[in-house]
């Protein structure tokens, strides 16, 4: 593999983390500003994923209802959990939550496949863990502690189900695929029997909740995370992990251009924290974690 990424592969990745953090805002608005039923929007956003990547389907792969219950944790339940989160709380600070997904991944390699972790990583992992529960315990992240525990939940359920993908004999797209099915087996129901206004939240502005359908579904799922999985086939994960954690800080001054978060100096030195701690989780070598699910944001 190549010891340098080039600057074609290094403005994909500007691409990726570019649609990665404003797809929070653009869920923060979907849910809280459009008030689409959170587990509506998630139904969306798979339908769209399988109507786009339909003809991957054909072909059936091994243990399909293990692909189908990770590929369910990893996209439609973690992404329902979050959505229910950005009712109430701030791209800024969901974002910064979403960096639990890398101690917590190392956790549960620790708990089910015996991974081993020395100082260096048990050390980032504390920090960022640190670093997540002070920006949730930051002014601006206490006053929607409830919508930031949805989050959690959210990036808790899809770094568990990350830690088998690895075991999975199943193209990274093709899994997106199988995963818009299961999710959309669970949402449909989910949403009809839990939530209501569906019709009236996509009549009242159907031109935007098409956008944000279009923008998550086609521009991320499809186009970003197909982009960012390719290039795991050719270039060493070291080199393109790393670059993953811009998104945070994306997503931080996405937020607060367009969706006025508040930015304090707790939720700013909590992030701190926690991008450095990733970023010693993710340089360090790994027998069982698949990377490229290491950091990527859980929406």
Same mark, same amino acid.
């Given at each position: 593999?190549?010891?340098?990424?080039?600057? =074609?592969?290094?403005?994909?990745?500007?691409?990726?983390?570019?649609?990665?953090?404003?797809?929070?805002?653009?869920?923060?608005?979907?849910?809280?500003?459009?008030? #689409?039923?959170?587990?509506?929007?998630?139904?969306?956003? =798979?339908?769209?994923?399988?109507?786009?990547?339909?003809?991957?389907?054909?072909?059936?792969?091994?243990?399909?209802?293990?692909?189908?219950?990770?590929?369910?944790?990893?996209?439609?339940?973690?992404? !329902?959990?979050?959505?229910?989160?950005?009712?109430?709380?701030?791209?800024?600070?969901?974002?910064?939550?979403?960096?639990?997904?890398?101690?917590?991944?190392?956790?549960?390699?620790?708990?089910?496949?015996?991974?081993?972790?020395?100082?260096?990583?048990?050390?980032?992992?504390?920090?960022?863990?640190? +670093?997540?529960?002070?920006?949730?315990?930051?002014?601006?992240? =206490?006053?929607?502690?409830? +919508?930031?525990?949805?989050?959690?939940?959210?990036?808790?359920?899809? /770094?568990?189900?990350?830690?088998?993908?690895? %075991?999975?004999?199943?193209?990274?797209?093709?899994?997106?695929?199988?995963?818009?099915?299961?999710?959309?087996?669970?949402?449909?129901?989910?949403?009809?029997?839990?939530?209501?206004?569906?019709?009236?939240?996509?009549?009242?502005?159907?031109? /935007?909740?098409?956008?944000?359908?279009?923008?998550?579904?086609?521009?991320?799922?499809?186009?970003?995370?197909?982009?960012?999985?390719?290039?795991?086939?050719?270039?060493?994960?070291?080199?393109?992990?790393?670059?993953?954690?811009?998104?945070?800080? #994306?997503?931080?001054?996405?937020?607060?251009?367009?969706?006025?978060?508040?930015?304090?100096?707790?939720? #700013?030195?909590? !992030?701190?924290?926690?991008?450095?701690?990733?970023?010693?989780?993710?340089?360090?070598?790994? %027998?069982?974690?698949?990377?490229?699910?290491?950091?990527?944001? %859980?929406?």
């Amino acid at each position: 593999m190549p010891k340098n990424l080039p600057l =074609s592969a290094l403005g994909i990745m500007l691409f990726c983390n570019v649609a990665w953090a404003l797809n929070v805002v653009v869920s923060k608005i979907a849910v809280s500003t459009l008030g #689409l039923p959170p587990l509506f929007y998630t139904v969306l956003r =798979s339908a769209m994923v399988l109507v786009v990547l339909f003809p991957l389907l054909r072909e059936i792969p091994a243990r399909l209802p293990m692909v189908l219950a990770i590929g369910f944790a990893v996209t439609g339940g973690s992404f !329902g959990l979050q959505f229910v989160g950005l009712q109430t709380a701030s791209p800024s600070a969901v974002g910064i939550v979403n960096l639990a997904g890398a101690p917590l991944t190392v956790l549960f390699t620790i708990i089910f496949l015996g991974e081993e972790v020395r100082w260096r990583r048990g050390i980032g992992m504390a920090l960022a863990l640190g +670093g997540v529960g002070l920006a949730i315990g930051s002014p601006s992240g =206490s006053s929607s502690i409830v +919508g930031l525990s949805f989050a959690f939940a959210g990036v808790l359920i899809g /770094a568990f189900a990350s830690v088998f993908v690895k %075991r999975l004999a199943i193209g990274s797209v093709a899994l997106q695929a199988w995963a818009a099915v299961a999710s959309l087996v669970v949402m449909l129901p989910a949403t009809l029997l839990l939530e209501s206004g569906q019709a009236d939240a996509v009549e009242a502005a159907p031109l /935007a909740v098409a956008g944000c359908v279009l923008f998550a579904g086609l521009v991320v799922s499809v186009g970003a995370h197909s982009a960012y999985f390719r290039l795991f086939q050719t270039y060493d994960a070291n080199l393109i992990v790393p670059l993953t954690l811009l998104t945070p800080l #994306l997503t931080i001054a996405f937020g607060t251009w367009l969706t006025g978060d508040t930015i304090g100096w707790p939720l #700013l030195t909590g !992030g701190a924290l926690a991008i450095l701690g990733v970023a010693i989780i993710v340089i360090r070598p790994s %027998r069982n974690i698949f990377k490229p699910l290491l950091v990527r944001p %859980r929406l």
